[in-house]
């Protein structure tokens, strides 16, 4: 683990700035996955990823609304049961939530293509993720090598990799 604050403690903006941007990194991370799948040809995966990116944008829709009340005390709703929402602005600075969206889609290849890393104005934020990513990508070499000791080293935990019946790790 990397010592410091976390990229979410260094940026600027407010929990619901930073909110709508993790809503928005996961449509990305939808998306990422959704056009991986096609382009495997892995038709399952990308229908089942299309229902999740479905999903993704809808929780992130519903940051921007607020449910409509019945004038009974209770929830409006639609023939189908759901909620009736209407649009209601958040209370986010459009230029915090994309400097948050940058930093939260960098795991995703989409989210680097979208968002590039060097769109970060804060010079900490980027070190910290470039940190992190350079971690990760250790951890998936030693993952790959199937490097116990290095994994060990990496964690602060003694690693074990044991091989499964499949001749898999």
């Known amino acids: 683990m990397t010592d410091g604050p976390s990229v979410y403690q260094l940026l600027a903006g407010t929990d619901e700035e930073k909110n709508l941007a993790e809503d928005l990194a996961g449509v990305v991370d939808f998306l990422s996955r959704f056009l991986g799948a096609v382009e495997d040809g892995s038709w399952r995966y990308a229908h089942e990823t299309a229902d999740q990116l479905r999903e993704s944008i809808e929780r992130f829709q519903r940051r921007m609304t607020d449910t409509v009340p019945d004038g009974h005390g209770d929830i409006k709703r639609d023939d189908e049961g759901r909620a009736v929402r209407r649009f209601s602005a ?12 940058t930093a939260f889609a960098q795991p995703y290849a989409a ?40 994994l060990s080293e990496l964690t602060g935990r003694q690693v074990t990799i044991v091989q499964g019946p499949d001749g898999r790790r």
């Not at 958040?90 to 948050?100: I, S, T």
């Open 111 to 150: 989210g680097r293509a979208l968002f590039p890393i060097d769109g970060l104005e804060d010079d900490r934020v980027k070190t910290r993720l470039l940190a992190d990513l350079k971690r990760n990508a250790e951890l998936r070499a030693a993952l790959d090598e199937g490097d116990a000791e290095k």
């Open 90 to 101: 958040p209370n986010a600075d459009g230029k915090r939530v994309h400097q948050a969206t």
